[in-house]
T-cell receptor
């Protein structure tokens, strides 16, 4: 089955700096890569996703890059703000009519004001 | 608020017991997913239902079962509970069943097995 590794497990940045979280996956059939943000006491929330036919996707301060050859993808958050503090999960999924998602182990991001 | 509701919020029970977790999807969503989140195993996909039928199975134990009812709400049944079953259980829903459909997560049910 799919295996997703995520690094780092914790990340502290100063407000205004950038944060980068990296993930690798093992199954070359995976073609959908969502990123989730989980705030304390809440369920995960999709913040951005990328499909295997795209190398990069941006949404305001958040961007995701995908390298299919190397089987890794990254989340980039620029101009970090205290409200970005949360646990971030990467995930990988293959299509086939239904969605079976494998999650990374999570990165706890702390943005220091 | 994602629109997905889960009950109860907290559940404390003893080993060997059986519990039922309930999920109501967002209005109009046909797919329901169950996830388990524990400190040592992270977030793990358990099972997916689409319009009442099982669609995908993940790391769901044989002691666990789920179903989706005609009104589209879903229940996750956990039996012969063990200490290691203590975790947060999330339900998510999406409009369709494939990867083009964003999943919306509920607030979770925290299960504590003593």
């Amino acid at each position: 089955g799919e295996n997703v590794e995520q690094h780092p497990s914790t990340l502290s940045v100063q407000e205004g700096d950038s944060a980068v979280i990296k993930c690798t996956y093992s199954d070359s059939a995976s073609n959908y890569f969502p990123w989730y943000k989980q705030e304390l006491g809440k369920g995960p929330q999709l913040i951005i996703d990328i499909r295997s036919n795209v190398g990069e996707k941006k949404d305001q301060r958040i961007a995701v890059t995908l390298n299919k050859t190397a089987k890794h993808f990254s989340l980039h958050i620029t101009e970090t703000q205290p409200e970005d503090s949360a646990v971030y999960f990467c995930a990988a999924s293959s299509s086939g009519g239904y969605q079976k998602v494998t999650f990374g182990t999570g990165t706890k991001l702390q943005v220091i004001p | 608020d994602s629109g997905v509701t889960q009950t109860p919020k907290h559940l404390i029970t003893a080993t060997g017991q059986r519990v039922t977790l309930r999920c109501s999807p967002r209005s109009g969503d046909l797919s329901v997913y169950w996830y388990q989140q524990s400190l040592d195993q992270g977030l793990q996909f358990l099972i997916q239902y689409y319009n009442g039928e099982e669609r995908a199975k993940g790391n769901i134990l044989e002691r666990f079962s789920a179903q989706q009812f005609p009104d589209l709400h879903s229940e996750l049944n956990l039996s012969s509970l063990e200490l290691g079953d203590s975790a947060l259980y999330f339900c998510a829903s999406s409009l369709g069943q494939g990867v083009n459909n964003e999943q919306f997560f509920g607030p979770g049910t925290r299960l504590t097995v003593l």
